[in-house]
Every structure is written in C-alpha cells, then in structure tokens.
C-alpha cells in the first residue's frame, strides 16, 4: 500500500512539472512584450559614521598639532593619547593640557607619599571636579591663548571650520 502510494505521488510531481514550466515560459513572454520603466536617481551619499568620526579625530590632532607650537607656554600644550577607562581594556582618544595632567601627577604622588593623607581620605579629592576647579584658571588662560592663536592663524581656522562641518554631519547622522 506504501509503494503504491509512493509511487503515485512520484508520478504526479513530474506530471505537473511541465505544466508550471510552461506557464512560466508564457508569462515570460507576454512580460517581454511591454515597455521597462527607467527610473534615474541621483544623489550624494553620505560617509558612514565610523569614516567621519576618523576624520574628526585626524583634524583633532593636525589641529592640536599647530595649536602646540604656536602657543606661549609648555604647560598650555594638548597631549593626546589614548587610553583605556579603569576596568577596560577599550582605548579611547583622551586629549588634556599639560597643567591638567601636572596637576593629576601632584595630586597622585601626594597620595600615595603619605600614608596619613591616604587614610584621611584625601585620595577621594582626587576627582575630576577636583582637578577641574583646581585648574580653572589655567584652563581659562589657555582657552584664551587658543582663540587668539585661532583668530590669527588662517591653516587652524580651517581646520576649525571643517571639524565643526564634520561633527554638526555626525549630529545630524544620529
């Protein structure tokens, strides 16, 4: 009874595969018949977001490259590096002035040179707030260093201009 059930349903299958091909040759044929429409876009596309975050971080560093060496003082100068967060191992672009990271290398050495101020908890002033509101007023003279030497070097107000176009596309992007 299986056999001949089997077999039954073997001789069907190839029996309806010439009737489905011909009736695909058929639609294939009246489908050649009528006209194609065309349609022409054009357009920019825009680069993915992991190429113009590479730009951006590029001009960042051509542009703390120039600022370096036209400003005034050592301790005005941006170092980039990159590091990786406390309990990563994913290293990430840190840009700071010397005096910040001066002001966090005190800060450390006077934590761990006395074991008096560590158990007095005066390693928990070791914050960014801290470090920020210690450096305030270095860091406000050296903004103002910047925008004068902004103001005045045509290549960094370039390299100003096209960052900020990159970053307001990024913006718009997300």
Known sequence: MRQIYKTASFLIFLISI???????????????????????????????????????????????????QLAEKDEYKVLCEARAATGSHIKKRVCEPVFYKDQIREMTQLAWSDPNVMRKGVIRLKTKKYNIAMVAPKRRAQLDDMKKKLLEDPELQELFKVYNELKQTLDNQE
Do not use: C, R, W
């Not at 058929?26 to 022409?40: F, G, H, L, R």
């Open 18 to 68: 010439p009737a489905s091909a011909t009736t695909y040759s058929n639609t294939s044929q009246s489908a050649s018949k009528q006209p194609i429409e065309v349609i022409d876009v054009y357009g920019t596309a825009l680069p993915s977001k992991h190429i113009t975050a590479k730009k951006m971080l590029s001009l960042q560093g051509q542009f703390f490259d120039i600022y370096n």
